[in-house]
């Protein structure tokens, strides 16, 4: 692919060793093109300023700037831009910072490679992106902040099935417990799930939970 049709990262983490391993991934990739690294903040709205990338991966707990500070400068100067923060654990309350900040989604840094690209992917079409180890406890949190993703998104129609496997997600039920409570086969929810995953455009259980939740389809009290 020419560098005109690239899609621009930038890497932002204070540990230079964890930003090369990172680099390192975008290797093999033909479509993502890392244009430049940060290690601070700072550094990161300036390069950002300079590159005007569509898509930034920063660490959250960086020096000078954090990650979440960062992310609502770069909205500011670059609103296109899509912000992917990286976390080392998956409560960490600065994660909901950052997503009121502007980011567009998150992931923790011991994700395997596919889902990196899964959540750029996501990104890059304009759907936010939930790491897929999300708590209950960070999904709670999420939900009641003012960190809403799909404030401007259409409603789609859910069947009564779709209705009850978006509740039992939001329940962590399992496959095979919501067969049993529904009188379905496993194929059959397997189906359901698919076509809810779907019509939000999500790839994990965090989105359909975040989603029931914002729009009075599950009660979490």
């Keep these: 692919m020419s560098e005109n049709y690239?899609?621009?990262?930038i890497i932002a983490d204070d540990h230079e060793i964890y930003v090369g391993g990172?680099?390192?991934?975008?290797?093999?990739?033909?479509?993502?093109?890392?244009?430049?690294q940060a290690y601070n903040g700072e550094e990161l709205v300036?390069?950002?300023?300079?590159?005007?990338?569509?898509?930034?991966?920063?660490?959250?707990?960086?020096?000078?700037l954090s990650g979440a500070k960062a992310?609502?400068?770069?909205?500011?100067i670059s609103p296109p831009t899509h912000c992917l923060v990286l976390s080392s654990y998956d409560n960490d309350l600065s994660i909901i910072e950052a997503l009121q900040a502007g980011a567009n989604g998150y992931i923790t840094k011991n994700m395997p490679q596919k889902d990196l690209f899964t959540a750029l992917d996501q990104l890059i079409k304009g759907y936010p992106?939930?790491?897929?180890?999300?708590?209950?406890?960070?999904?709670?949190?999420?939900?009641?902040?003012?960190?809403?993703?799909?404030?401007?998104?259409?409603?789609?129609?859910?069947?009564?099935?779709e209705l009850k496997i978006i509740r039992m997600i939001c329940e962590e039920k399992t496959n095979p417990e919501m067969a049993f409570d529904l009188c379905l086969s496993i194929r059959t929810i397997e189906n359901n799930r698919a076509r809810v995953y779907e019509k939000l455009n999500v790839r994990s259980?965090?989105?359909?939970v975040i989603y029931a939740i914002r729009n009075g389809l599950y009660n979490p009290d």
């Design 129 to 161: 992106y939930f790491c897929l180890t999300t708590n209950t406890k960070m999904l709670r949190l999420l939900s009641k902040s003012s960190f809403n993703p799909y404030a401007t998104a259409p409603n789609p129609q859910f069947s009564d099935i």
């Design 6 to 9: 690239s899609i621009k990262v």
């Design 205 to 208: 259980p965090a989105g359909v």
């Design 22 to 36: 990172l680099k390192a991934l975008f290797n093999d990739q033909d479509v993502y093109e890392v244009v430049d």
């Design 71 to 76: 992310v609502e400068e770069i909205k500011r």
């Design 46 to 64: 300036r390069k950002v300023k300079t590159h005007l990338p569509h898509i930034v991966i920063t660490d959250l707990r960086m020096p000078i």
